[in-house]
């Protein structure tokens, strides 16, 4: 049995060719360059230890009550509108979109596993998003990385979607912490002001707000005010 699954097949374009990518050349801030770059190498470097811990047990928790393979591998649309190989750990039933195609998920969506929710409300499904942080595709902190099909409908539904892939898509972001996950484009268009906000006005003191943040949505489940 495979342990990682692809949905690939359903967003396999190597871009997003509609509209126009956006420019890569970036926020306009000191600290949108190297220096953060430098901080997301030794942040993820340093929450990799602890983090293989918990892969290792939330992987054992996912075989031994979900058929169907542990990762879960998706194109996802990241800086200048490039895509790369986006995993995260399987959380919903194998094959959830196989007669769907892509869809967001419902707040009690029942195609999540048990497992697979305490996995969400704890956020350690986006462990493996560490190894896309190492590798480039990623930031520690940014806007959430989206899949190319959304990509093209919220660019052509929504003024300035773009300018979000100026910075590099994090594993959690200044969007995240205030709203919950996207169900519907009204919801990602009340969460692109904060990604918005934060493209125009990314420095480190910015990223270590979001951080703490990160910390108090885990540990309390509730959203920043």
């Known amino acids: 049995m495979s342990l990682i699954s692809s949905s690939a097949t359903t967003d396999r374009p190597a871009s997003v060719q509609e509209p126009p990518v956006v420019s890569a050349a970036g926020a306009r801030t000191p600290y949108a360059g190297a220096p953060k770059r430098l901080l997301d190498m030794l942040g993820a470097l340093l929450l990799l230890p602890g983090a293989l811990v918990l892969l290792a047990l939330a992987c054992i928790a996912i075989r031994l009550t979900s058929p169907g393979p542990v990762l879960y591998v998706q194109r996802r649309v990241g800086r200048g509108g490039r895509e790369f190989s986006f995993v995260k750990l399987r959380t919903m039933v194998d094959g959830a979109e196989r007669e769907t195609g892509p869809v967001w998920a419902a707040p009690d969506d029942q195609r999540i596993t048990p497992v697979g929710r ?14 896309c942080v190492l590798r480039g595709d990623m930031s520690l902190i940014g806007p959430r990385p989206e899949r190319p099909h959304f990509v093209r409908r919220l660019r052509a539904e929504l003024p300035h979607y773009a300018d979000r892939l100026r910075v590099r898509p994090g594993i959690s972001g200044w969007a995240q912490v205030h709203r919950p996950a996207d169900t519907c484009v009204a919801d990602v268009a009340e969460k692109l002001c904060w990604d ?13 707000r979001i951080a703490l943040a990160t910390v108090y949505v885990v540990l309390t489940d509730r959203f920043v005010r």
């Open 118 to 131: 305490l996995l969400r409300r704890l956020r350690l499904d986006e462990l493996p998003q560490l190894w």
């Open 196 to 208: 918005l906000e934060y493209v125009r006005d990314l420095t480190l003191g910015l990223d270590l």
